[in-house]
T-cell receptor
Framework: DTGVSQDPRHKITKRGQNVTFRCDPI?????LYWYRQTLGQGPEFLTY????????KSRLLSDRFSAERPKGSFSTLEIQRTEQGDSAMYLC?????????FGDGTRLSIL | QKEVEQDPGPLSVPEGAIVSLNCTYS??????FMWYRQYSRKGPELLMY????GNKEDGRFTAQVDKSSKYISLFIRDSQPSDSATYLC???????????FGGGTRVLVKP
C-alpha cells in the first residue's frame, strides 16, 4: 500500500493553457474522488468514479473541466483554457467504500 | 450558511495541553464523521472515522459525536509540537459519496 499518488506536485501555467493532472489510487480501491482546495478553505468535491464510471459531478465542474478513469485504475483531470480562478490545490482520494484516503495534491498556479 | 461550520483559529496551546476542536453541521442526513489532519502543502491525512453518536478513542485522539445537537468534537491529549497542523472535519450523508468539509482549524502547539 503505497498511498494515493498524484502527478505533478506543482504545475505553473499561463492563463488560457490546458493542463492535465494524474492520480494513481491505492491499488484495488474501486472508488476515486477529485476535490479542489483553495487557500484557507476545506476541500470541495468535484467528481466521483466507481471503477471506470463517473457517477457524480459537482456544479463546480464547469464545461472546461473533464475527468476520466478509462480502465478503472488511474484517473486524469483536465482543465481547458485555464483561468485565474482555477488556481488551487487539486486533491485526489480513493477508497473501497468509506473512508476516503487522500494524496498530496497537485498545486496549480496560473500566471 | 455553510453546511459545516468550523472555527478557523488559529488555536495556540502549550506543549502537553489538551487541544479541543469542534464542528457544527446543519444537514440531518449527515451520518458519517471524519477528522483529517493537514500539514502545509500536503494532503489531508485521516485521523478518525465514526458513524455513531458517542465517543471513539484512538491513542491520544478522542472523537465525539452528538447527532441530536449536530455537533462533533476532536480532542488531542498530551499535545506535541508535531501536532501543529490544520484539522479538518468532514461529513458524509448516508446515501452520498461526497465529503463536505469544514474550513479547517489551524492549531499551533508551542514547545
Amino acid at each position: 500500500d503505497t498511498g494515493v499518488s498524484q502527478d505533478p506536485r506543482h504545475k505553473i501555467t499561463k492563463r488560457g493553457q490546458n493542463v492535465t493532472f494524474r492520480c494513481d489510487p491505492i491499488s484495488e480501491h474501486n472508488r476515486l474522488y477529485w476535490y479542489r482546495q483553495t487557500l484557507g478553505q476545506g476541500p470541495e468535491f468535484l467528481t466521483y468514479f466507481q471503477n471506470e464510471a463517473q457517477l457524480e459531478k459537482s456544479r463546480l465542474l464547469s464545461d472546461r473541466f473533464s475527468a476520466e478513469r478509462p480502465k478503472g485504475s488511474f484517473s486524469t483531470l483536465e482543465i481547458q483554457r485555464t483561468e485565474q480562478g482555477d488556481s488551487a490545490m487539486y486533491l485526489c482520494a480513493s477508497g473501497v467504500n468509506q473512508p476516503q484516503h487522500f494524496g498530496d495534491g497537485t498545486r496549480l498556479s496560473i500566471l | 450558511q455553510k453546511e459545516v461550520e468550523q472555527d478557523p483559529g488559529p488555536l495556540s496551546v502549550p506543549e502537553g495541553a489538551i487541544v479541543s476542536l469542534n464542528c457544527t453541521y446543519s444537514n440531518s442526513a449527515f451520518q458519517y464523521f471524519m477528522w483529517y489532519r493537514q500539514y502545509s502543502r500536503k494532503g489531508p491525512e485521516l485521523l478518525m472515522y465514526t458513524y455513531s453518536s458517542g465517543n471513539k478513542e484512538d491513542g491520544r485522539f478522542t472523537a465525539q459525536v452528538d447527532k441530536s445537537s449536530k455537533y462533533i468534537s476532536l480532542f488531542i491529549r498530551d499535545s506535541q509540537p508535531s501536532d501543529s497542523a490544520t484539522y479538518l472535519c468532514a461529513i458524509l450523508a448516508t446515501a452520498g459519496n461526497k465529503l463536505t468539509f469544514g474550513g479547517g482549524t489551524r492549531v499551533l502547539v508551542k514547545p
